[in-house]
């Protein structure tokens, strides 16, 4: 399944994620573990915010991934389903 993970980090942990090196490595093993399609960086109500698409087959790895942002970053996590315009077809 083709899914969404949104990641906002509240400013203070996402300041010292980046002051010790630990948000690169958070991102980048989560890169790694997922690959996803898709990855971009922006601000989303005030808070550092990154949007991974990415393919999953196993519910159970999505806690794995969701573990690493809690405790680096202290995140909210959003996971939602996604679908590619082009092969969408009206039922």
């Known amino acids: 399944?083709?899914?969404?993970?949104?990641?906002?980090?509240?400013?203070?942990?996402?300041?010292?994620?980046?002051?010790?090196?630990?948000?690169?490595?958070?991102?980048?093993?989560?890169?790694?573990?997922?690959?996803?399609?898709?990855?971009y960086f922006l601000l989303d109500q005030g808070k550092r915010t990154a949007l991974f698409i990415f393919e999953e087959k196993c519910q159970?790895?999505?806690?794995?991934y969701n573990e690493r942002?809690?405790?680096?970053?202290d995140a909210e996590i959003w996971i939602t389903p996604v679908i590619r315009a082009v092969p969408y077809k009206s039922a």
């Open 60 to 64: 159970d790895q999505l806690m794995v």
């Open 1 to 39: 399944m083709r899914l969404l993970m949104k990641v906002l980090m509240p400013a203070k942990a996402g300041n010292k994620a980046i002051a010790d090196d630990s948000m690169s490595v958070a991102i980048n093993n989560f890169i790694a573990s997922a690959n996803p399609e898709a990855a």
């Open 69 to 73: 942002f809690f405790v680096v970053f």
